[in-house]
């Protein structure tokens, strides 16, 4: 299975982010996928799910703001990020839940203010 988050980057606060994370090696159609973030000197967290049949999570902290979707087709998870704050800086993370738990490299988002 291999998880590749791209999309990642500097933004002023109330900017956008897109960040785009490619799969393969899995039965993404029966998938539930999700991003998670870790700030420095914090525990990783989540921020939002997506299940196979498109049931979205999000974390308190990012709803009305973030919007986690999917393309099967292109077996792509998406996540964006809207009226960004300085505190949404971390790395995140890709994950896949499938017959087991995988997880992409991560990519940094800073938010400037």
């Known amino acids: 299975v291999q998880l590749q988050a791209s999309g990642g980057g500097s933004v002023q606060a109330g900017g956008s982010l897109r960040l785009s994370c490619a799969a393969s090696?899995?039965?993404?159609?029966?998938?539930?996928m999700g991003w998670y973030r870790q700030a420095p000197g914090k525990q990783r967290e989540l921020v939002a799910t997506?299940?196979?049949?498109?049931?979205?999570n999000y974390a308190d902290s990012v709803k009305g703001r973030f919007t986690i979707s999917r393309d099967y087709s292109k077996e792509t998870v998406y996540l964006q990020m809207n009226s960004m704050k300085p505190e949404d800086t971390a790395v995140y993370y890709c994950?896949?839940?499938?017959?087991?738990?995988?997880w992409g490299q991560g990519t940094l988002v800073t938010v400037s203010s």
């Open positions: 994950s896949a839940n499938t017959i087991g738990t995988w």
């Open positions: 090696g899995l039965r993404f159609s029966s998938s539930n």
């Open positions: 997506i299940t196979y049949r498109d049931r979205t």
